[in-house]
């Protein structure tokens, strides 16, 4: 199995008040629960069922992710920044691994 | 035009409105008119296994009224859940995007909580399709 | 060929042809969906052609003596033979072939002379690929004739169909102009793959260009072609195109669009801000523009065969005024441009003598377009049932391929505009009855959708050795009926197995031989092929 590895493009630099988009993804295989192998038994639910998004050491968005969500789950979303520092982000696996990255960002 | 070892059968996609108008309910109480979410996906998948989504909602960010949670659903899958985005003030916009699985023509949903306890609701169509045959 | 010429030309001149008052400072030349036909052919416009819900009845829904009637066309005149099916056979041994590059060119570099510094020439796209030349060359020959006629930009469809390499390769070093394609993204990060516009000054006004590739590519054609790419309407990403556009100074924006022609006139009421949608795809040639608010619908047919002249009066960064031309290129009054030609000549040189071996002849006249099974489409159907011992025979909607008068050779350029794709092999296989009711209808719906939409913009599936009913007004699953297995008269059993050949697959590693050399093997063996009428469709429209 491949190495589960995060990836995220944020912008470096942003002046204060902007809001900054962010994407992520994650090479995941959201194994859903429904399916079943060669011989008929169900293969076992395995998706990322959180993703927690954190700058500065505070939470300001998550998502909770079901088995509808694709393989290799891909997540924008927005964050205003007002001051430089780092955002940290966590995605949670059924197994209990969780996959962290992070990024930082200058304001001024 | 036509696909060999076709595996996908892109008959409508049984809507299971009950399962939905729960999900619904639960979340904010009663089910909202449509109206103040954009929510854009493709009318025709080009693939039910990964079609884009993306949202915004139409609200302030404040730090006194914002949204808080916006819950996408799809009417036709085995089950309804797809994703529940939570946003603070610090989100600056309550907007997002995603990759999800169809199993069939169906509508997906998107519904959002504000923090003063209204709700807004958008719907779209998307089309899952054998196919083949362009102009 | 002699007598034919001189009775086009007792009615009408390449001056005539070129007639126009110009307007303004701004004259729009397009051309669309060429379908890689470099030489004169003969095209029948669809006999049927239906629109459904808001489109039903207008143009370009009408066909035959509504068409006529609508636009006051005389029967039997140059634009009756140019723009409909009436009394098509007669017409073309009167008024010849229509398209060739080398006659375009010429046309095309009159109005350039008469308009220097004002003229933009631009390609909706379905150019690289319909020919043997073309398939050959990998769509090298159509990007070297598009160079000649010093193309200002292009947008794209069944140019994706080479793959994603080979159109990155073409786009890196053989491509003398922009290939405009503002909505398509990367499947991963859903960022931009293309140029989206590009601004030109013509005649001291700024106007905008953006392309839109045909939104249902990975769709209609395979996507593992593609795999990275995808593509979609994307109205919203049209308007910010058109803001930018503005914001950047333009006073005219034109989106050079391959959206097929109901999607444009749904579009044009989305998106603020557009004067002009130079549409293709679909493939209509219409007279006259169609006005959506302020924003012009430009329908310039294919196969070569029309070129649309649009003229703009700008003033305070608006268009204050327009006139219309659908020049219609009637190859026999027409003359060739020489370095043109020459272009062409030197293309098709490598593969001349196989391009014009004859294979056989036809009795009946051989056609695609139209929204049901033309009769090339039997040909096709006929040869795969017999080359591949079926019971059923599937054939694509496409809307392509160059149209054969009775008593005509059939050559190997002739079957390959009918059949050169990259993914041609004819497949055999079993199938449910129940999954071929799917399948058309899935297909019907692709076609009747109400919401233009949700429409794929090609024509309904050819079927071979099966009849059936179709309402064209039911919703998705319910419009087709009486599906009926020729050969032996009996409904279709959704539960039993048929045997079906068919072409152009979708799926990666389809097997079978390539459609091009069943239907010349099934033509050489028949020598003279006829085709009867099909009355096995019935049509409730
Ligand atoms: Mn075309
Ligand atoms: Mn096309």
Redesign the pocket.
């Known amino acids: 199995m491949a190495t589960i590895r995060p990836r995220v493009k944020a912008p470096r630099k942003a002046a204060p008040g902007d809001v900054v988009e962010i994407k992520t993804l994650i090479n995941h295989g959201m194994e859903s629960g429904q399916r079943k192998d060669k011989d008929g038994n169900p293969i076992p639910r395995q998706i990322i069922n959180k993703f927690v998004a954190e700058f500065n050491g505070t939470e300001f968005f998550s998502v909770d992710l079901a088995p509808a969500i694709s393989a290799n789950p891909y997540l924008s979303f927005y964050a205003k920044v007002q001051e430089s520092g780092e955002f940290t982000f966590r995605w949670h696996d059924d197994d209990g691994s969780v996959y962290e990255d992070s990024k930082s960002i200058e304001v001024a | 035009a036509v696909m060999t070892g076709m595996t996908l059968f892109p008959a409508l996609a049984i809507a299971d409105e009950g399962a939905v108008n729960d999900a619904i309910k639960s979340m904010v109480g009663e089910v909202p008119a449509e109206g103040g979410v954009s929510l854009d996906l493709p009318e025709i998948a080009e693939n039910g296994n990964t079609v884009p989504l993306s949202f915004e909602i139409d609200a302030p960010m404040g730090d006194d009224v914002h949204v808080t949670d916006v819950m996408i659903l799809a009417d036709g899958n085995p089950s309804p859940d797809v994703a529940v985005f939570h946003f603070t003030p610090m989100s600056g916009k309550a907007a997002g995007s995603t990759r999800l699985r169809l199993a069939g023509t169906q509508n997906v949903i998107a519904v959002a909580q504000l923090s003063d306890g209204s709700a807004m609701m958008g719907k779209k169509q998307v089309k899952v399709t054998i196919g083949g045959c362009?102009? | 060929m002699g007598l034919r010429r001189a009775a086009a030309q007792q009615t009408l001149t390449q001056d005539d042809l070129l007639r126009f008052d110009p307007l303004g400072q701004v004259t729009l030349l397009h051309v669309t969906?060429v379908h890689a036909q470099l030489m004169p052919i003969y095209f029948r416009e669809p006999s049927v052609n239906l629109g459904v819900g808001e489109v039903e009845g207008k143009p370009p829904h009408i066909t035959g003596a509504d068409f006529l009637a609508r636009f006051d066309i005389p029967k039997d005149s140059p634009e009756c033979y140019a723009l409909t099916n009436v009394d098509f056979t007669a017409l073309a041994r009167t008024y010849g072939r229509v398209g060739g590059l080398d006659r375009l060119a010429t046309l095309v570099n009159a109005i350039r002379a008469e308009r220097p510094g004002n003229t933009l020439f631009l390609d909706g796209?379905?150019t690289w690929q319909g020919s043997y030349t073309s398939l050959q060359t990998n769509g090298a020959d159509m990007v070297k004739a598009f160079n000649a006629l010093k193309t200002d930009a292009m947008t794209a469809?069944?140019e994706f169909t080479y793959g994603q390499d080979r159109v990155m390769e073409i786009l890196d070093g053989e491509l003398d102009f922009p290939f405009l394609c503002g909505n398509v993204l990367d499947t991963m990060w859903e960022e931009p793959v293309f140029e989206s516009t590009r601004m030109f000054e013509r005649g001291g006004v700024q106007v905008a260009v953006i392309g839109q590739a045909?939104p249902y590519t990975p769709i209609?054609n395979p996507s593992h072609l593609i795999p990275e790419w995808s593509f979609g309407i994307r109205p919203d990403t049209v308007q910010e195109h058109v803001d930018n556009a503005r914001a950047n100074g333009a006073e005219v924006v034109v989106l050079l669009s391959?959206n097929?022609f109901d999607v444009d006139r749904k579009l044009a009421s989305l998106v603020d801000g557009i004067d002009v949608i130079l549409t293709?795809?679909?493939?209509d040639a219409l007279p006259r523009e169609v006005k959506v608010g302020k924003t012009l619908l430009i329908a310039s047919g294919s196969h070569g065969k029309f070129l649309s002249r649009l003229d703009l009066e700008v003033k305070g960064g608006a268009v204050t005024d327009y006139r219309y031309r659908l020049i219609p290129v009637f190859s026999d009054v027409i003359t060739p441009d020489p370095d043109m030609a020459k272009v062409i000549a030197d293309l098709r040189a490598p593969y001349e003598a196989e391009c014009t071996r004859v294979l056989g002849q036809t009795d009946d006249l051989l056609y695609r377009r139209g929204n049901f099974n033309g009769s090339f489409d039997d040909l096709i159907c006929q040869a795969l049932l017999a080359e591949r011992d079926a019971e059923i025979a599937l054939s694509p909607g496409f809307?392509?391929g160059a149209t054969l008068l009775p008593g005509q050779d059939i050559t190997v350029d002739d079957v390959y505009s009918m059949t050169s794709i990259t993914y041609p092999n004819a497949y055999r296989q079993t199938m449910s009855g129940e999954m071929l009711k799917t399948i058309m209808e899935d297909v019907a719906d692709n076609i009747f959708n109400e919401d233009p939409f949700y429409q794929q913009?090609g024509d309904m599936v050819r079927v071979g050795g099966m009849g059936y009913a179709i309402d064209i007004h039911k919703p998705m699953g319910q419009r087709i009926s009486d599906m009926t297995l020729l050969s032996t008269g009996e409904p279709i059993d959704p539960t039993r197995d048929y045997v079906v050949a068919g072409w152009a697959s979708v799926n990666e590693g389809t097997e079978g031989p390539p459609i091009y050399d069943v239907v010349s093997n099934y033509i050489e063996k028949q020598g003279t092929v006829s085709v009867p009428e099909n009355s096995s469709i019935k049509i409730k429209a």
Not at chain 3, 280 to 283: E, R
Request: no cysteine.
């Open positions: 362009g102009g | 969906d796209g379905d469809h069944w045909f209609a391959h097929g293709g795809h679909t493939h809307r392509w913009g």
